[in-house]
């Protein structure tokens, strides 16, 4: 990036990984876009930065309110350089367990609140032609946990929609980074994380033992939003980016060996996957 003032814009800035990523974002000088779905949540981050910050209510799921905050940050800033996809939640429950319409939020928020706030900067972005955008997956975009298949669906669909995204874009001058962020030392085990209230009986040893109610990790994550917020800054004003971004020594014990294993299968059965030829 050049040393040109950027503007961000943040969505999900209440707690966690989205409102450390603001106040860091706020401190290296940048104009920056706080979004939350209660602006009350994020009052305090925008009244220290009157000359840089612009604090607005913004709920992904509401198209109005989307259109309303790209507006606005166009009024106040003229450009939006920098997107970052944060707003988002967990969800625990067997796959036979979920709620349909549980499934439907979490992927209205998760996806389909990504998929808009992208569409909604694109315009600018490529009228620009330059911009980077940030799409915060998980390390359950590249595996799943039982308790976790939906979560994990909409993740997985965020990182192969980048990924297509990604080389759309990159000839514009737009680059796509995917961030898969292990266990933070956020709110993502307290509020952020949701569950099915239909408990079946058979499930108790795989998916009930990481209910929401049985997840004791809250507080105890390794990983430090602040050090993740200024790595992501980072990323921002560098020259070469990662589709990518691994954060946390968890994420790395987590995702090697599952990428070996993948691997390992592949070998395994690379006889039959050959037969299938003409």
């Not at 949540?41 to 309303?68: C, F, H, M, R, S």
């Not at 669906?153 to 990604?166: C, F, H, I, N, R």
């Not at 033992?209 to 430090?224: A, F, L, V, W």
């Amino acid at each position: 990036m050049s040393q040109t003032i950027k503007t961000w814009l943040i969505t999900g800035c209440s707690t966690g990984l989205g409102r450390a990523l603001a106040i860091e974002v706020l401190r290296s000088g940048y104009n920056t876009v706080v979004t939350a779905r209660n602006s009350k949540d994020i009052q305090d981050i925008v009244e220290n930065y009157p000359e840089t910050a612009l604090g607005l209510a913004l709920d992904v799921t509401d198209k109005n309110q989307i259109k309303n905050a790209v507006k606005k940050a166009l009024e106040r800033f003229e450009t939006i350089d920098i997107l970052v996809n944060n707003a988002g939640y967990g969800y625990r429950s067997a796959v036979e367990e979920a709620n349909e319409d549980d499934i439907n939020a979490l992927f209205d928020t998760n996806f389909f609140g990504t998929v808009r706030m992208i569409k909604a900067v694109l315009p600018t972005m490529r009228k620009q032609k330059s911009g980077l955008i940030f799409n915060v997956s998980s390390i359950a975009g590249r595996f799943s946990n039982p308790g976790s298949g939906y979560y994990s669906a909409t993740k997985y669909a965020v990182e192969g929609m980048s990924d297509a995204l990604s080389k759309e874009l990159t000839p514009l001058g737009i680059k796509v980074v995917v961030i898969e962020p292990g266990a933070f030392r956020t709110d993502f085990a307290g509020r952020s994380l949701t569950g099915t209230q239909t408990e079946i009986q058979d499930y108790i040893e795989t998916a009930g033992k990481r209910r929401k109610e049985n997840d004791h990790t809250h507080g105890t994550q390794p990983g430090d939003p602040h050090k993740a917020a200024q790595t992501t800054i980072k990323i921002a004003e560098s020259d070469t980016v990662p589709f990518r971004l691994l954060l946390g020594s968890d994420a790395i014990q987590v995702i090697r060996p599952e990428l070996e294993s993948q691997l390992k299968e592949l070998d395994n059965w690379k006889k039959i996957s050959l037969s299938t030829d003409y």
